[in-house]
């Protein structure tokens, strides 16, 4: 099945720097990568998520990228913003087969 | 309505208690899930119902019993658990679109407590 690691577990930032997160996927069926953003006791969120068919998806302050090949993908926050401060899990999942596996998550402290 | 809601939002409950866990939506998804996520853990899936029928059993312990009953709600029935069984329990919809993948959206989750 799917295995989905992240890196880095906690990644501190000051204000207004970008943060970058990435993941890497080993099923090559895998053709949809979302990132959810989890704030403390609240739901995972979607903030941004990629089909294979594109190499790189923008969204304002947020952007993520995905290589096929190498089999990575990653988050990037540009500009970031004490209420970034988060953790932020990727997933990955195979078209038709609606199981999302998360990779162990991404703690996000954003320093003002 | 754009949103899944969960009800309660906090259990406590001995191990010889049942109780159930309900989730709702009004999106008109076909697709539901229940994951179990522990602290500083992701979300682990546990089941999936697909068009009120359940499709993924994520080798579940019997003690949780999920149940469809239209396509709006979706329940976990608890029985018997054990304290390790403590976390927080997500629900989770999405639609249901041949050959494509689709996102979820995730309620509120109830935290269960086992004592």
């Known amino acids: 099945g799917e295995n989905v690691e992240q890196h880095p577990s906690t990644l501190s930032v000051q204000e207004g720097d970008s943060a970058v997160i990435k993941c890497t996927y080993s099923d090559s069926a895998s053709n949809y990568f979302p990132w959810y953003k989890q704030e403390l006791g609240k739901r995972p969120q979607l903030i941004i998520d990629i089909r294979s068919n594109v190499g790189e998806k923008k969204d304002q302050r947020i952007a993520v990228t995905l290589n096929k090949t190498a089999k990575h993908f990653s988050l990037h926050i540009t500009e970031t913003q004490p209420e970034d401060s988060a953790v932020y899990f990727c997933?990955?999942?195979?078209?038709?087969?609606?199981?999302?596996?998360f990779g162990t998550g991404t703690r996000l402290l954003v320093s003002p | 309505d754009t949103e899944v809601t969960q009800t309660p939002k906090h259990l406590v409950m001995g191990m010889t208690n049942k109780k159930s866990l309900k989730c709702e939506q009004h999106m008109g998804h076909r697709a539901m899930y229940w994951y179990k996520q522990k602290a500083k853990k992701p979300p682990e899936l546990m089941f999936v119902y697909s068009y009120e029928k359940l499709s993924i059993n994520e080798s579940v312990p019997s003690r949780f019993s999920p149940e469809c009953p239209n396509s709006s709600l979706l329940n976990l029935h608890l029985h018997a658990l054990q304290p390790e069984d403590s976390a927080l329990y997500l629900c989770?919809?999405?639609?249901?679109?041949?050959?494509?993948?689709?996102?979820?959206?995730f309620g509120p989750g109830t935290r269960l407590t086992v004592l």
């Open positions: 989770a919809s999405s639609q249901e679109l041949t050959g494509g993948y689709n996102e979820q959206f």
């Open positions: 997933a990955a999942a195979s078209s038709g087969f609606q199981k999302l596996v």
